[in-house]
T-cell receptor
Framework: GENVEQHPSTLSVQEGDSAVIKCTYS??????FPWYKQELGKGPQLIID?????GEKKDQRIAVTLNKTAKHFSLHITETQPEDSAVYFC?????????FGAGTRLTVKP | DAGITQSPRYKITETGRQVTLMCHQT?????MFWYRQDLGHGLRLIYY???????DKGEVPDGYVVSRSKTENFPLTLESATRSQTSVYFC????????????FGPGTRLTVT
């Protein structure tokens, strides 16, 4: 099955700086790559996703890039704010299987 | 209220006991999922369901049983709880199996003593 690795496991940045979280996947058939944000005591919530026919997608301060050849994708958060502090999960999926990374705990220091 | 709910939110049980975690969604999504979340492992799929009376195993199904008699409900049962099943359990629903947004419930923190 698919295997997703996510780095780093923890990330601390100063407010206003950028944050980058990287994921690699093993199965070249994967075609959907969502990112979820989990705030303390809550369930994960989708923040952005990308499909395999697109290389980059932006939504305000967040962006995701996909390199299918290298089988890796990244989440970029610019101008970080304290409310961006949370655990972020990447995932990779094929038609009938979605696997999540282990998560990155992002802390934005004011 | 619209959305996806889980109950109970917290549960402490003893080894060997049966416990059922409830999940209810109001979107009429076809697909429902159960995940467990453990430190260092992210979210791992236990079972999923494509429709009423259709269920299938995920990555870590051993020790769990599911049923889906109604589209909106997807209970997860631990028939004989073990300490290794101490975890946070999330239910999710979606329009599709893998390439669609999943909507997660708030989670149930289960402790097996």
């Amino acid at each position: 099955g698919e295997n997703v690795e996510q780095h780093p496991s923890t990330l601390s940045v100063q407010e206003g700086d950028s944050a980058v979280i990287k994921c690699t996947y093993s199965d070249s058939a994967s075609n959907y790559f969502p990112w979820y944000k989990q705030e303390l005591g809550k369930g994960p919530q989708l923040i952005i996703d990308i499909r395999s026919n697109v290389g980059e997608k932006k939504d305000q301060r967040i962006a995701v890039t996909l390199n299918k050849t290298a089988k890796h994708f990244s989440l970029h958060i610019t101008e970080t704010q304290p409310e961006d502090s949370a655990v972020y999960f990447c995932a990779a999926s094929m038609d009938n299987d979605m696997r999540f990374g282990a998560g990155t705990r992002l802390t934005v220091k004011p | 209220d619209a959305g996806i709910t889980q109950s109970p939110r917290y549960k402490i049980t003893e080894t060997g006991r049966q416990v059922t975690l409830m999940c209810h969604q109001t979107w009429s999504h076809s697909y429902m999922f159960w995940y467990r979340q453990d430190l260092g492992h992210g979210l791992r799929l236990i079972y999923y369901s494509a429709a009423a009376d259709i269920t299938d195993k995920g990555e870590v199904p051993d020790g769990y049983v599911v049923s889906r008699s109604k589209t909106e409900n997807f209970p997860l049962t631990l028939e004989s709880a073990t300490r290794s099943q101490t975890s946070v359990y999330f239910c999710a629903s979606s329009r599709g199996l893998a390439a669609y947004e999943q909507y997660f419930g708030p989670g149930t923190r289960l402790t097996v003593t």
